[in-house]
């Protein structure tokens, strides 16, 4: 078998893995980029994202970034030290340089370089806006490259081929080639047969939420109630998690769980969303409510009830809407299965179109409807309009359904990426499991674990395109690599 020799071998042609590539080219590196997808499907989950990121301006990261970022709940760590991550990284002793918590460094450079990346961005093409949500209430400031995911791969794709990145498509890397305890390069096989490519390698090939094997090992008998929410998803099988955990890479974020989205599973569009649950009601196959719709604005969160529907029969509810409720300004801008919604003129005939028990649902609405007490609706933000008496409550937008027709649409957890992953620093250098930089050994993107109980909405694209380019930089220019 033959070995290409470049400087830098990008496993990845998503953003994270675009953005390495382009930023070891413009550091003087000869690159390579693997992606076990065809030209034409190359990306990942990048590609059929609509990549909001958290930022107010092209310049300025939301308010809350940081503290959404570093107050995700991480379990329940020793608090000296946690304490002592504030301090300088050469001081930290073994404990603290190898606890499981969000990296105090990581976070500020991400927001140190947000505002650049995205500036830096903009130079192959890339426009960002602030575009509509598919949210009915938001929590925090959000923009979007025009045209979504979809343009960034497109843009940065023809950038990278028409300064000299070579791109190796139908490839999918199995192994890391390790030796004098540096990573010198990739093993796989090709559309030809087996290939060697050989140079520092930058891992940007995303998370196992293509893997029912590695979802079961990690998520039990869950994993298979959850799909990837598009088909960039399905060539996500964790080989480089795999393939470093292996050259002794330490993990990070919580391999437990993924960032969920709630989808109709009728669909095969990608990121079929159905975000208006908190103007109704939910209720599981047994006909009956499990959980607060609404307990504060949907952005914030929908992943969090998306995962108590997930632990229902099937891992599968439905959305009951009443006459009023689909009269809600804009209500279908949060629903976006391309499928109609299961209609009953009444609620046995909804009943029998959803196959739940009759009795069951028509007493979950009597006593949901018995529940709610006048006041003041406010589509626009969380209005106070609770229940009372009822268990669970409904926090906000509490208004009895009533109103015939009704509409009904069915609800799943999609995988939109894993939690669990590798630990990297502010360099985009991969830990080991003494905290010390593996040589030679990068990553970003959603491989790399940053997340623990709940996503931090609208920035996974941002930390993959930030770290990629530092990444990407870093590899190129040999850093964490003995001469």
């Not at 979504?148 to 139908?170: C, I, K, P």
């Not at 930058?202 to 039990?220: D, F, M």
């Not at 069951?360 to 406010?378: I, K, M, Q, S, Y």
Request: hydrophobic residues 40%; negative net charge; charged residues 20%.
């Amino acid at each position: 078998m033959a070995t290409t020799q470049y400087d830098v071998v990008v496993v990845g042609a998503g953003v994270a893995g675009l953005s390495a590539a382009l930023s070891a080219h413009e550091s003087g590196a000869t690159v390579a980029v693997v992606d076990r997808a065809d030209a034409a499907a190359s990306g990942g989950n990048t590609r059929y994202t609509e990549a909001f990121l958290r930022m107010k301006s092209l310049d300025e990261p939301a308010d809350d970034l940081a503290d959404q970022l570093l107050g995700d709940f991480q379990g329940h760590p020793d608090p000296g030290i946690v304490a002592g991550t504030l301090a300088d990284r050469g001081r930290w002793d073994g404990p603290t340089a190898t606890v499981n918590i969000v990296d105090h460094g990581y976070v500020s450079t991400l927001l140190d370089e947000a505002g650049p990346t995205l500036r830096w961005l903009t130079g192959f093409g890339v426009r960002f806006a602030t575009l509509p949500t598919p949210f009915p209430t938001t929590s925090t400031s959000r923009m979007a490259p025009v045209g979504g995911g979809l343009a960034l791969v497109e843009s940065l794709t023809r950038t990278a081929r028409a300064v000299g990145v070579t791109f190796h498509f139908d490839t999918t890397v199995r192994e890391l080639v390790v030796d004098g305890g540096a990573v010198r390069g990739v093993r796989g096989l090709g559309p030809d047969g087996p290939v060697e490519l050989a140079g520092r390698v930058v891992l940007a090939c995303g998370g196992y939420e293509g893997n029912p094997e590695l979802l079961a090992r990690y998520h039990g008998d869950k994993g298979m109630l959850c799909r990837p929410v598009a088909r960039g998803g399905h060539y996500n099988k964790g080989e480089g998690i795999e393939m470093a955990l292996a050259a002794g890479a330490a993990s990070a974020g919580n391999f437990a769980l993924f960032h969920a989205e709630p989808v109709d599973p009728r669909s095969g569009e990608p990121e079929a969303a159905i975000f208006a649950f908190p103007y109704g009601i939910l209720v599981n196959a047994e006909g009956r409510r499990f959980t607060d719709e609404a307990p504060g604005p949907s952005d914030a969160w929908y992943e969090r009830v998306t995962r108590i529907i997930q632990a229902q029969t099937r891992g599968v509810a439905y959305l009951i809407l009443d006459a009023e409720a689909q009269k809600v300004p804009n209500i279908r801008a949060s629903i976006r299965t391309d499928l109609p919604p299961i209609v009953g003129h009444d609620l046995d005939e909804l009943a029998a179109g959803l196959e739940v028990p009759p009795d069951a649902l028509h007493r979950t609405v009597e006593e949901f409807n018995a529940a709610c007490r006048p006041g003041t609706f406010d589509h626009g933000g969380p209005d106070g309009l609770a229940t009372e008496g009822l268990v669970p409550p409904k926090s906000n937008w509490a208004r009895p359904v009533a109103a015939a027709p009704f509409h009904a649409y069915p609800i799943m957890a999609a995988n939109v990426f894993t939690f669990g992953g590798l630990r990297t620093d502010e360099n985009a250098q991969v830990l080991d499991r003494d905290g010390r930089a593996i040589p030679g050994l990068y990553a970003a993107g959603e491989l790399t674990g940053l997340y623990y109980s709940n996503y931090t909405g609208s920035t996974s694209v941002l930390r993959g395109a930030v770290f990629g380019r530092i990444g990407g930089r870093n590899a190129a220019t040999a850093v964490g690599v003995p001469a």
